[in-house]
């Protein structure tokens, strides 16, 4: 695996800060910036792509596989979680990751809350089967943003909106109210402590021996 152009994902240093397991194709690790919750975790494609829609099919079986295998970790060891990929639509590291973030944290509880009633007015929101149906709608757009919750798949169709929707801080700052903890990278010091010591309970709840 190789740096490309810069890419943070396509650093392997950078990668192994964090690391729960990999297989083949993709690496499982904490969100070691920016966590939401202790369970935070993200699925990162080895190879570098734009976003999951642009992911060839031969790694469908694969990619599934990772994904619910750290779903069902976080949900054992913290709380059911609901997964966000940004697609290429506001991407903070423009390599495809998927998040997959507990249902409940020290400052929110979303277990009864629909977190796709909370996507901006003006961006068309679809339901959707699996990741061919990204696929589908990211050859059509060229972008989308994808929130599951419960096993339901919802795309959000961004192509036109007049803004950028930062899907994960987003929906968590409205519904809360937390405006301070929008972006991970401004937050208070106390908040980077705060983050850190999740990373850690993340790390050693979930990393395979």
Not at 54 to 75: C, G, I, T, W
Not at 123 to 132: K, T
Not at 158 to 165: E, S, V
Request: charged share 30%; glycine share 6%; hydrophobic share 35%.
């Amino acid at each position: 695996m190789t740096d490309n152009n810069g890419c943070t994902f396509c650093n392997r240093e950078d990668i192994e800060e964090g690391l729960l397991f990999q297989t083949d194709n993709f690496f499982v690790r904490a969100a070691v910036r920016g966590a939401m919750a202790p369970g935070h975790v993200m699925v990162i494609s080895k190879r570098h792509l734009s976003c999951y829609g642009a992911m060839p099919k031969s790694l469908d079986e694969e990619y599934a596989e990772a994904v619910d295998r750290v779903e069902y970790k976080v949900a054992s060891s913290f709380s059911i979680p609901f997964l966000i990929e940004q697609g290429i639509h506001g991407q903070s590291i423009k390599h495809a990751h998927l998040h997959l973030v507990p249902l409940v944290s020290p400052w929110y509880d979303f277990r009864n809350t629909r977190l796709v009633d909370y996507v901006p007015q003006g961006i068309r929101v679809e339901e959707g089967r699996d990741i061919n149906d990204l696929r589908r709608v990211f050859r059509e757009d060229g972008q989308y943003v994808a929130i599951e919750q419960y096993e339901t798949l919802n795309i959000c169709r961004t192509k036109g909106f007049d803004g950028t929707f930062r899907s994960l801080r987003g929906i968590a700052t409205e519904i809360t109210g937390r405006t301070d903890l929008f972006d991970w990278k401004t937050v208070a010091p106390e908040v980077v402590e705060e983050n850190k010591l999740w990373v850690v309970q993340t790390i050693d709840r979930l990393r395979e021996k």
